[in-house]
């Protein structure tokens, strides 16, 4: 009989891995990561690291955009999917009510008291897009509403409210929709005034950016949107489950009581997909009507065991080790240390953020050799700076960071919430030398820069 050896497939052909990605996937992606110097080959991982062939550790400060909020490989939820393929259970039969995902949801609306129901999906789009389906429904109304340069999801529902253009081109039409500015209420207000808004959807802390929410705009907000008869709808997929220091990023705020929250990422345990729209019970009852719409709203894999294991072990991982205070804590002492840093470095214009999200924006410097080489580099492309500073992070200093969007001058750093000091003071350590050498002039950065207007040079033609 023929088995299935993976191990033995990868030693074959995972060197073949760009070679397979540019012929059958996207391939731009190995195009790209060529092109900023990206194209490692990582060998295993675990916790807050990687390591290469050569036994070398990268330390992980993105974290796979905010999925691996336990690190890779945790042991509580690798034990928890063995544990769950040893039992052989019935899963995704149809036709009957396992117990993980009924767990699970009462696990989530524990920490979530002015929530009723759940409903599972697999994704963070899903979520979003589950959270805009159910406020149309409940409502009757047809427009949501979201923050400009929000990020909320890439298929064609989510797309509607993304906030990023680059998205959106080229997949009209979408859903009806109106962008505001973050923290504008009064163009909120203005647009619920037309009568046919069903939901606003907003990140309180958002992605691209790192940008907060003003202090007092989501209850104010709120109150808004029930004067109007709309919903408030939270997108905590990348900042729920503490990655802000409170285990829903809305929760800094007293009083505020969205009517659907998203929830997904981090909820995977780093192994398998989930997405959850935790929603008040009337919401729930409008949309699930009547016997015959039992399935008017379902996901194929939705509930799936696998995936509501590895969601109870991240909730008995993030209690047991404390990470949400954890999150909050080790995310004020990088914020700190870095925010001291803006006075020492003239490119180094702003940091924000909460918890382990944070933001590190640059801009233009006041002396004059230093605004040539910055003039050099916007006149290419905005975010190139950005960009030459991550490089050297990952090439000298083996640690994996990013910008926080397309564009911008700005990192953001998501690490695992599992770090503590020793990950802070690496990163501070690299970071310091990497901006040392950025305003003393080094040939090899800005060197590298010349290579990035050369290279957005050639991707404009």
């Given at each position: 009989?023929?088995?299935?050896?993976?191990?033995?497939?990868?030693r074959?052909?995972?060197?073949e891995r760009?070679?397979l990605h540019?012929r059958?996937?996207?391939h731009?992606?190995p195009?790209?990561?060529?092109?900023?110097?990206?194209d490692k080959?990582?060998?295993?991982?675990e916790?807050?690291?990687?390591w290469d062939?050569e036994?070398?550790?990268?330390?992980?400060?993105?974290a796979?955009?905010?999925?691996?909020?336990l690190?890779?490989?945790?042991?509580?939820?690798?034990r928890a999917?063995?544990d769950?393929?040893?039992?052989?259970l019935?899963d995704l039969?149809?036709?009957d009510?396992?117990?993980?995902?009924?767990?699970?949801a009462?696990?989530?609306?524990?920490?979530?008291?002015?929530l009723?129901?759940?409903?599972?999906?697999?994704?963070?789009?899903?979520?979003?897009?589950?959270a805009l389906k159910?406020a149309?429904?409940a409502?009757?109304?047809?427009r949501?509403?979201?923050?400009?340069?929000?990020?909320?999801?890439?298929?064609?529902?989510?797309?509607?409210?993304n906030g990023e253009?680059?998205f959106?081109?080229?997949?009209?039409p979408l859903?009806p929709?109106?962008?505001?500015p973050?923290g504008?209420?009064?163009a909120?207000e203005?647009?619920?005034?037309?009568?046919?808004v069903?939901?606003?959807?907003?990140?309180?802390v958002q992605?691209k950016g790192?940008?907060?929410?003003?202090?007092?705009?989501?209850?104010a907000?709120?109150e808004?949107?029930?004067?109007?008869?709309a919903?408030?709808?939270?997108?905590e997929v990348?900042t729920?489950?503490g990655?802000?220091g409170?285990f829903?990023?809305?929760?800094r705020?007293?009083?505020v009581?969205p009517?659907?929250?998203?929830v997904?990422?981090?909820?995977?345990?780093?192994?398998?997909?989930v997405?959850?729209t935790?929603?008040k019970d009337?919401i729930?009852?409008?949309?699930?009507?009547?016997?015959d719409?039992?399935?008017?709203?379902?996901a194929?894999f939705?509930s799936?065991a696998?995936a509501?294991?590895?969601?109870?072990?991240?909730?008995?991982v993030?209690?047991?080790?404390?990470?949400?205070e954890?999150?909050?804590?080790?995310?004020e002492?990088?914020?700190?240390?870095?925010?001291a840093l803006?006075d020492?470095?003239?490119?180094l214009h702003?940091?924000?953020?909460r918890?382990?999200?944070?933001?590190i924006?640059?801009?233009?410097?006041?002396?004059?050799?230093?605004?040539?080489?910055?003039?050099?580099?916007?006149?290419?492309?905005?975010?190139?700076?950005?960009q030459?500073?991550v490089?050297?992070?990952l090439?000298?200093?083996?640690i994996?960071?990013?910008?926080?969007?397309?564009?911008l001058?700005?990192?953001?750093l998501?690490?695992?919430l599992?770090?503590?000091?020793?990950?802070v003071?690496r990163?501070?350590a690299?970071?310091?030398a990497?901006?040392?050498?950025a305003?003393?002039g080094g040939?090899l950065?800005?060197?590298?820069?010349r290579?990035?207007?050369?290279q957005?040079?050639?991707a404009a033609?």
């Open positions: 009989m023929n088995e299935f050896d993976l191990a033995a497939l990868l074959e052909r995972g060197g760009y070679a540019s059958h996937l996207n731009q992606l195009r790209m990561l060529r092109a900023i110097g990206f080959v990582y060998d295993r991982a916790g807050a690291y990687f062939s036994g070398n550790d990268y330390l992980d400060m993105l796979g955009f905010g999925v691996m909020g690190g890779r490989h945790h042991p509580v939820v690798r999917l063995q769950a393929l040893a039992a052989g019935a039969t149809r036709f009510c396992p117990p993980l995902p009924g767990l699970l009462e696990r989530l609306l524990a920490r979530s008291p002015h009723d129901r759940v409903f599972f999906g697999n994704s963070g789009t899903e979520a979003v897009e589950t159910f149309r429904c409502t009757g109304r047809p949501v509403l979201y923050c400009a340069h929000a990020f909320h999801g890439l298929t064609a529902g989510s797309l509607s409210v253009r680059c959106r081109d080229g997949f009209a859903l929709d109106t962008a505001v973050l504008d209420l009064a909120l203005r647009e619920l005034r037309r009568g046919d069903a939901a606003f959807l907003v990140e309180p992605g790192v940008h907060e929410a003003p202090p007092g705009f989501l209850r907000a709120q808004l949107l029930r004067r109007h008869r919903l408030l709808i939270a997108d990348q729920g489950l990655r802000t409170t829903y990023a809305y929760q705020e007293s009083g009581e009517d659907l929250v998203c997904a990422k981090a909820l995977s345990g780093g192994y398998v997909p997405g959850a935790l929603g009337w729930f009852r409008k949309v699930y009507s009547s016997l719409r039992v399935l008017v709203h379902s194929s939705g799936n696998l509501m294991a590895a969601g109870l072990a991240t909730l008995a993030l209690d047991d080790e404390r990470l949400v954890r999150a909050r804590d080790t995310g002492l990088l914020k700190s240390r870095l925010a803006v020492r470095y003239e490119l702003d940091v924000r953020g918890g382990l999200m944070i933001g924006e640059f801009g233009r410097p006041s002396s004059l050799g230093l605004r040539g080489r910055w003039a050099m580099l916007q006149a290419a492309r905005k975010g190139l700076f950005a030459m500073v490089a050297p992070l090439h000298r200093h083996r994996l960071t990013q910008v926080s969007g397309d564009r001058e700005v990192i953001k998501i690490p695992p599992i770090i503590g000091e020793p990950e003071e990163f501070l690299a970071f310091t990497v901006m040392d050498e305003h003393s040939g950065l800005w060197d590298f820069g290579t990035l207007v050369r957005a040079a050639t033609r």
